[in-house]
């Protein structure tokens, strides 16, 4: 192996606290990473996603994305075609190899293997985790009548080698399309072969922060701001304006880590109306009847009418962007043009004012919209508070720690992740978040659910992380079966009744929930501490009536209760 892709995989295995389990293994990990990394714009675990072992069927990393979320169950599909009403799928299926040489018949044993993966009566012996993708990809296919088109299908085939468009490898590639195209299942299909050269450049791009190029003519220059080194106010065209929202392969880009709410869906009255207006013969009235995008950006460089953009989220507009994403292959979007806001500036609490402010007119409340931006920027410096094994970093943008190497990438604690941890460990609530936000996110949007509130303490916010990010760790290191992965959240629950020292008290008494967590934190940050109190909690899922893997047990509350009773009763 060269030494960049040993470099490159140093590295990677560093900054995800992963150990070596070989070089083969390792460059399995390293392809997977670099692939989806560049497919996919939010952080995500590379182990759950490397499917190469016995029975691997010739794959070694699958990814399946389903309007811009990567599923790991087939509840979250529910979530998504509940939420939006129609479902985008994207496929990618990975081949990674340590020869230095492309081969023919390794080729033709990934396709082959992908092909299978698609078949009604498949031939190959499949592993676990080949089996689990297939099951959700089974139950894709179920809800096809809620496909915006056919899914796209992406094989990365990747060697330690050089591509030099061998002809007999194009003929291998070429048949390998056409056998997929037969099964009718796909409205495209890529299959791209990856050398060590591809490899090292797309592991750069995971690095870059985000960043476009608009023609910006129809504009105004905003006077002289404090805090704001540029502004501009004025009207983009469709074709300009998706340059923003979406990366070269025509994906949604994760622009929207500033904005208060998630996509609501096309169904509710305001992104129904926007979308009637898009497919209408006038769709040109667009542009007079929207409130426009706000874009807050770190710095904006332009060259007369081009404008380059580096560093940038949207902050107001994420329905009137996700409705024109859905519906940028209509034969009306050519008339569109969209009122913009593009900002630059630095200062944290200007973008809070900015995104506050702009948000004002949606259905949210005032202290909603607080919540979620300064609290949010309060826990990240709670967080930033902690030194040594303590140390963990809460992302509130999308790879905001990307760019910097000395951050671990095991140690980011996303927004998401953050919900699921704290409404498990202090909501008691693991049965809403084993899908994609599920209930949790649906309730905290109307404003019912007991997170980011205000005046909480951010003590039990970070003390569910670290459980978290202890609790990975052990999966990491095969402490602890991945099996038990599924009731991870069920463990992070168990785990504080079983060592609280004393009653939870209120969560907005910052004093009390300190000191409350303070023997949490005491057993979390050590290992041989925390690995038996979590067997603990795993003894207590195997011994109680309780199915970890049936999902009927894992998501309803009266199950929960049983594991709650079961806790008490051990004590």
Do not use: W
């Given at each position: 192996m060269d030494k960049i892709t040993t470099s490159l995989i140093s590295e990677l295995l560093k900054n995800k606290e992963l150990e070596s389990e070989g070089e083969s293994k390792d460059f399995e990990k390293l392809a997977n990473y670099c692939i989806i990394s560049n497919e996919y714009s939010k952080t995500f675990e590379i182990e759950s996603l490397t499917v190469g072992d016995g029975n691997d069927t010739g794959i070694e990393g699958i990814a399946i994305i389903v309007n811009g979320q990567l599923i790991e169950n087939t509840e979250e599909i529910d979530d998504l075609l509940e939420t939006n009403n129609?479902?985008?799928?994207?496929?990618?299926?990975?081949?990674?190899?340590?020869?230095?040489?492309?081969?023919?018949?390794?080729?033709?044993?990934?396709?082959?293997?992908?092909?299978?993966?698609?078949?009604?009566?498949?031939?190959?012996?499949r592993n676990v985790d080949i089996s689990r993708f297939a099951e959700i990809s089974d139950y894709l296919y179920q809800k096809a009548p809620s496909f915006k088109e056919n899914p796209t299908l992406k094989l990365y085939y990747v060697t330690t080698g050089k591509w030099l468009n061998d002809e007999?490898?194009?003929?291998?590639?070429?048949?390998?399309?056409?056998t997929l195209e037969q099964k009718n299942l796909f409205e495209k299909i890529n299959i791209t072969p990856y050398g060590a050269k591809e490899i090292a450049n797309s592991y750069r791009r995971t690095k870059e922060a985000i960043s476009t190029?608009?023609?910006?003519?129809?504009?105004?220059?905003?006077?002289?701001?404090?805090?704001?080194?540029?502004?501009?106010?004025?009207?983009?065209p469709y074709s300009e304006f998706r340059k923003i929202i979406t990366n070269d392969e025509d994906g949604l880009l994760s622009v929207f880590e500033d904005n208060v709410r998630d996509f609501q869906g096309d169904s509710n009255d305001v992104n129904g109306g926007i979308m009637k207006t898009l497919n209408s013969t006038d769709s040109d009235i667009f542009s007079v009847l929207n409130n426009g995008v706000t874009i807050?950006?770190?710095?904006?460089?332009?060259?007369g009418d081009k404008f380059t953009i580096k560093d940038y989220q949207i902050v107001n507009g994420c329905q009137t962007s996700n409705v024109l994403f859905n519906n940028r292959k209509g034969e009306h979007m050519k008339n569109v043009h969209i009122p913009v806001k593009i900002i630059a500036t630095t200062d944290d609490d200007i973008k809070t004012r900015i995104t506050l402010a702009t948000n004002n007119q949606t259905p949210i409340k005032k202290e909603q919209l607080a919540a979620l931006t300064e609290f949010q920027r309060s826990l990240e410096q709670y967080f930033n508070s902690f030194t040594g094994d303590e140390r963990l970093y809460y992302?509130?943008?999308?790879?905001?720690?990307?760019?910097?190497?000395?951050?671990?990438?095991?140690?980011?604690i996303t927004v998401p992740y953050q919900i699921k941890s704290f409404a498990a460990m202090f909501l008691n609530d693991p049965h809403n978040v084993t899908s994609f936000f599920g209930t949790i996110v649906k309730r905290l949007n109307e404003g019912k659910a007991q997170i980011f509130t205000p005046d909480h303490s951010y003590a039990p916010y970070y003390t569910s992380a670290v459980a978290f990010y202890k609790l990975e760790s052990h999966f990491r290191k095969k402490n602890i079966d991945s099996i038990y992965k599924k009731v991870r959240f069920h463990i992070l629950m168990l785990?504080?009744?079983?060592?609280?020292?004393?009653?939870?008290?209120?969560?907005?008494?910052?004093?009390?929930?300190?000191?409350?967590?303070?023997?949490?934190?005491?057993?979390l940050t050590n290992d041989e501490k925390s690995l038996e109190a979590f067997q603990r909690c795993i003894h207590i899922i195997d011994t109680a009536d309780f199915n970890k893997e049936d999902r009927s047990d894992i998501k309803v509350l009266s199950?929960?209760?049983?594991l709650i009773d079961a806790a008490g009763k051990s004590l």
């Open positions: 129609s479902l985008e799928v994207l496929y990618i299926f990975i081949q990674a190899k340590t020869s230095p040489n492309f081969n023919s018949g390794e080729l033709g044993t990934f396709i082959f293997g992908v092909t299978d993966f698609f078949a009604n009566n498949p031939a190959l012996v007999n490898l194009l003929a291998v590639i070429n048949n390998g399309i056409t190029t608009i023609n910006f003519n129809n504009r105004v220059t905003l006077p002289p701001i404090n805090g704001i080194s540029q502004a501009y106010i004025g009207i983009l807050v950006a770190s710095s904006i460089s332009p060259t992302e509130r943008r999308a790879k905001q720690y990307n760019l910097d190497n000395s951050v671990p990438k095991t140690r980011i785990f504080r009744l079983l060592n609280e020292v004393e009653k939870i008290p209120v969560l907005n008494s910052s004093k009390k929930m300190e000191k409350y967590c303070k023997p949490l934190m005491e057993i199950k929960t209760r049983i």
